[in-house]
T-cell receptor, first 112, second 114 residues
Framework: GESVGLHLPTLSVQEGDNSIINCAYS??????FIWYKQESGKGPQFIID?????DKRQGQRVTVLLNKTVKHLSLQIAATQPGDSAVYFC???????????FGTGTRLKVLA | GAVVSQHPSRVICKSGTSVKIECRSL??????MFWYRQFPKQSLMLMAT?????????EQGVEKDKFLINHASLTLSTLTVTSAHPEDSSFYIC??????????FGPGTRLTVT
């Protein structure tokens, strides 16, 4: 069951503003990173990925930044919309195992 | 994108019984599938790696005799929760790896043990 005191950090953003969600990863050998969006009661939905030979990648309204020096990953969402409200997870992977290790997650709330 | 399905989407079972969850990759072949468990307001925790034609690899702390995994074909992996207890109630999610890196996730199965 749920651990006592455990909660997801929440980011509240006004509709139309930009959102930045941060993630610290643990393994310096990880070479593939992914952001997922999860709505309540559903499986994770792929947003964007980045390989370790890049430090920035852009998609439609989303940008992922990778800083390997400090093992930090961020997801930027432009012009945040109500439909963006969800929990966002980063995941790291290493090409040797292909396993994904997920971060703790951030709940994004979009305020009208 | 690739499609992964899970069945059932919800299941309620009595304590002490076993329940089987299926994970299918519908439009690609997956030699590797993964099983995750997610408790409320928590992240996905990898339980095991399911390899087609061979034994699953379990993460530390996951009881292999309790969570039986079978990956009998390139499109199907099953997770059987044996002798289920209320503490096994959780959201179980599978993913299928399409080479080389990408994993595609199923919609999840909500298990409630009464």
């Amino acid at each position: 069951g749920e651990s006592v005191g455990l909660h997801l950090p929440t980011l509240s953003v006004q509709e139309g503003d930009n959102s930045i969600i941060n993630c610290a990863y643990s393994n310096s050998a990880s070479d593939y990173f992914i952001w997922y969006k999860q709505e309540s009661g559903k499986g994770p939905q792929f947003i964007i990925d980045i390989r370790s030979n890049m430090d920035k990648r852009q998609g439609q309204r989303v940008t992922v930044l990778l800083n390997k020096t400090v093992k930090h990953l961020s997801l930027q969402i432009a012009a945040t919309q109500p439909g963006d409200s969800a929990v966002y997870f980063c995941a790291e992977s290493h090409s040797g195992t292909y396993k994904y290790i997920f971060g703790t997650g951030t709940r994004l709330k979009v305020l009208a | 994108g690739a499609v992964v399905s899970q069945h059932p989407s919800r299941v309620i079972c009595k304590s002490g019984t076993s329940v089987k969850i299926e994970c299918r990759s519908l439009d690609f072949q997956a030699t590797t599938m993964f099983w995750y468990r997610q408790f409320p307001k928590q992240s996905l925790m990898l339980m095991a790696t399911s390899n087609e034609g061979s034994k699953a690899t379990y993460e530390q702390g996951v009881e292999k005799d309790k969570f039986l995994i079978n990956h009998a074909s390139l499109t199907l992996s099953t997770l059987t929760v044996t002798s289920a207890h209320p503490e096994d109630s959780s959201f179980y999610i599978c993913s299928a790896r399409r080479e080389p890196y990408e994993q595609y996730f199923g919609p999840g199965t909500r298990l409630t043990v009464t």
